[in-house]
């Protein structure tokens, strides 16, 4: 799968179905399949909410891009510019909830309930997880329901609405919780050697996400120097040097298995500043170029 670098190198344009839906109601619910399409990075207020339900996509969310798959959920500021890009070849379902929350928390006395479970969307940054069958079906029902009712608009549909944001905003958030509280679980290991093994452990499976020493080390609840002398003590690598290893490992198996994504995507993908440094350091781990190892493993039988 490919990106039109074309379509993300210009001025981000305002999503002008999801804004005029928000002065009329703070909640815009849609399920939708999706082919490739012309369209530019777009913004919008608010929150966006995307359930994957069937195939795959890459979006690019400012400058990182995220590939998912089905199960997966993808959160973030409307106001980062976006957007979904599918194969040409290929259709991808997702289901999308928008909420203007800022809206909510100024008129939250005209709903009929409290809203303050959603007060930790003021500080929403970008998630993306993998969700448990539980969580999946019930942030799918909820999203099914928001966009039925939004489309019939029967007696009552704002108040069902918000009924059914309730309930999926609960679950993201146990969701969220779930992780977070699993990664501090991780950081009461008290030896230096489990310390080092959960952090590579943590990176082995974050090498999409923010590898930064400071974001680690903020992980583990320890200084940034602290952390880079166990790291070495007890693997013989520097830390940012593992970081590297891993994401390159990582790199060769999506040129083995999938051919659609560019070398550029790859290196965007895995937090590559460029796809001249990522060239440069797979050269320096592997001997070969991005494009020689791609060719190499390909015509292998």
């Avoid at 928000?22 to 990075?41: G, I, M, T």
């Avoid at 940034?224 to 290893?245: M, S």
Wanted: charged share 25%; aromatic share 10%; net charge positive.
């Amino acid at each position: 799968m490919s990106v039109d670098l074309s379509l993300i190198n210009h001025r981000p344009e305002t999503n002008n179905v999801v804004e005029r839906h928000f002065r009329r109601f703070p909640v815009f619910s849609r399920k939708e399949s999706l082919k490739a399409h012309p369209y530019k990075l777009h913004v919008q207020p608010g929150i966006e909410i995307n359930l994957s339900l069937a195939g795959s996509a890459i979006y690019v969310i400012g400058e990182r891009l995220y590939t998912t798959t089905p199960g997966q959920l993808l959160i973030f500021p409307g106001h980062i510019p976006h957007q979904v890009f599918v194969d040409k070849n290929g259709c991808y379902r997702r289901a999308v909830v928008c909420i203007d929350y800022p809206t909510i928390h100024r008129e939250q006395d005209s709903y009929p309930f409290p809203l303050s479970s959603l007060d930790w969307f003021d500080n929403v940054s970008c998630y993306q997880f993998q969700l448990q069958a539980k969580p999946f079906t019930t942030i799918k029902k909820a999203a099914a329901q928001m966009h039925s009712e939004l489309l019939e608009q029967k007696k009552g549909w704002q108040r069902m609405i918000i009924a059914e944001l309730l309930s999926l905003t609960v679950t993201v958030e146990r969701v969220v919780d779930e992780q977070l509280a699993a990664e501090h679980r991780l950081s009461q290991r008290h030896t230096s050697r489990d310390l080092t093994a959960q952090c590579c452990s943590f990176i082995e499976s974050r090498l999409y996400d923010d590898l930064s020493l400071t974001s680690v080390a903020e992980r583990f609840y320890v200084s940034p120097e602290h952390l880079t002398r166990t790291f070495k003590r007890d693997t013989g690598v520097a830390f940012y040097q593992y970081v590297l290893q891993e994401r390159i490992q990582e790199s060769k198996r999506i040129m083995r298995t999938n051919r659609d994504l560019s070398l550029t995507e790859i290196a965007y993908s895995l937090g590559f500043a460029s796809s001249s440094h990522f060239s440069r350091t797979f050269k320096s781990i592997t001997g070969l170029t991005p494009r020689e190892y791609r060719l190499q493993s390909h015509s292998e039988p």
